[in-house]
């Protein structure tokens, strides 16, 4: 069974730290990776994917992949408490098909 | 903005019934999706579509059919609506699988 496995949390931060998400994943064949952020009672949003050539800093927010591990990374730098949701980190299926397995989500708690 | 949008935030329906899940996007994207959300299982992949009366099984489709006549809808149909069917109901959408997803709002639906 290919799985994308996340740490449910909740992980706790005081502003302005470095939050750190990870997530673990099993098709070694994946080719992109994603993480979304949930607000509680909304739809996830899109705000990272990198492929499986290399990491990507956005912002605030940088993404790594360590294809060895099979094990992707998502830090949020200065740590805002806007920055509270859940995070879903998900995984293309090998071979550039269709489908996207999600993880269950870290829920992120920033304090102020 | 990708916009994408559901025919309804909230819906009520009696065991048997047939209902009827509308999802519209407006960025001309090929790939169409829809998902359900349950607390502690995360997003599952119900169908998806990559073209116009094309359609894939996920991994849940049980109980469950899709239309997609135009590329821009994309309709989830549920035959007789059954009390484990209660759930959040997220379509997306996206020009490749390989940059990920818009989602749309959400559908939260009840059967009793």
């Known amino acids: 069974q290919k799985e994308v496995e996340q740490n449910s949390g909740p992980l706790s931060v005081p502003e302005g730290a470095i939050a750190s998400l990870n997530c673990t994943y099993s098709d070694r064949g994946s080719q992109s990776f994603f993480w979304y952020r949930q607000y509680s009672g909304k739809s996830p949003e899109l705000i990272m994917f990198i492929y499986s050539n290399g990491d990507k800093e956005d912002g605030r927010f940088t993404a790594q992949l360590n294809k060895a591990s099979q094990y992707v990374s998502l830090l949020i730098r200065d740590s805002q408490p806007s920055d509270s949701a859940t995070y879903l980190c998900?995984?293309?299926?090998?071979?550039?098909?269709?489908?996207?397995?999600f993880g269950a989500g870290t829920r992120l708690f920033v304090k102020a | 903005d990708v916009k994408v949008t559901q025919s309804s935030r909230y819906l009520v329906k009696r065991t048997g019934e047939k209902v009827f899940l509308e999802c519209v996007q407006d960025m001309d994207h090929e790939n169409m999706f829809w998902y359900r959300q349950d607390p502690g299982l995360g997003l599952r992949l119900i169908y998806f579509s990559y073209d116009v009366k094309m359609k894939e099984k996920g991994d849940i489709p049980e109980g469950y059919s899709v239309s997609r006549e135009k590329k821009e809808r994309f309709s989830l149909i549920l035959e007789s609506a059954s009390t484990n069917q209660t759930s959040m109901y997220l379509c997306?959408?996206?020009?490749?699988?390989?940059?990920?997803?818009?989602f749309g709002p959400g559908t939260r639906l009840t059967v009793t």
């Open positions: 997306a959408s996206s020009p490749t699988t390989m940059r990920g997803g818009y």
């Open positions: 998900a995984v293309n299926s090998g071979g550039g098909g269709f489908k996207t397995i």
